[in-house]
């Protein structure tokens, strides 16, 4: 009801979040499709590229952290950034990557981000295989997430529902790979067999498929590493997004 009524209201309605938005609002039929605009290409304040990059974290912090994870040099390492809630798929994710795991043992799964047990908080089961599987390493909350996604082969981001995530801007921008679901802003910052995979929602068998085609294809892991970093350049470099609202604000004068 909000929605509608600001629709109304308003002889435009700016959507910062997404283009999906933008077709559930016409969908809904809250407005006509000429009262909307989209800012940029979806993301809301777009992303300080000179920050995630790479090259700005030091060899010395990727070889202190490698040791610290017992990362060897073959091993491939798939990397969650976000919240352990149901929600973001960690009960499929856990899972997956434990039956995986058995058959490729030179892999490892990190996890990052907070805790939310009092909210959505993931199964007992799930908390037991973590625990179990010496493969899976949990680091809580990170304020940096740059050197843990320099020690990284691939983002897994198997969320149920997002808005923009910016943990997929920042990982593809320090230039790796990332398998997401077919969710809003997820399929609209990768695209398939460009920059990364697209798999259904809690789906444990695709997202081990596409952990095994990351695995036995590293030409492809390559090629869609190297088309990574400049695809959020050219679409989510904060400077074009407020250069898009600046637009905006003066059509509006």
């Known amino acids: ?98 039956v995986f795991s058995k058959s490729n043992p030179k892999t490892k799964l990190i996890i990052v981000g907070p805790r939310e047990k009092e909210l959505d908080p993931i199964d ?42 910016n943990v997929v801007l920042q990982a593809s921008c320090m230039g790796i790979p990332c398998i997401v679901t077919d969710i809003n802003g997820c399929n609209e910052i990768i695209t398939q067999n460009f920059n990364g995979l697209i798999i259904p929602t809690k789906n444990s068998d695709a997202i081990k498929d596409a952990m095994l085609e990351m695995l036995t294809n590293p030409t492809k892991r390559k090629e869609l590493a190297h088309n990574a970093r400049p695809n959020i350049i050219n679409k989510y470099k904060r400077e074009f997004i407020w250069e898009e609202l600046l637009d905006l604000y003066n059509s509006l004068k």
């Open 1 to 98: 009801n909000a929605v509608e009524k600001l629709t109304y209201s308003c002889a435009t309605l700016v959507l910062p979040n997404s283009f999906a938005m933008e077709d559930i609002v016409i969908n809904e039929k809250f407005c006509k499709k000429e009262k909307l605009r989209v800012v940029g290409n979806g993301s809301s304040n777009g992303i300080d590229t000179n920050h995630y990059d790479i090259g700005k974290v030091s060899i010395d912090k990727i070889n202190s952290l490698k040791k610290q994870l017992n990362i060897e040099p073959d091993d491939t390492v798939f990397l969650f950034i976000g919240r352990i809630v149901k929600d973001k798929g960690i009960n499929e994710l856990v899972e997956s990557f434990d």
């Open 124 to 165: 007992e089961r799930t908390e037991l295989l973590i625990k179990k599987n010496r493969r899976i390493y949990e680091s809580g909350f990170i304020k940096d997430i740059r050197p843990y996604v320099a020690i990284s082969d691939v983002l897994i981001f198997p969320s149920y529902r997002e808005g923009f995530p």
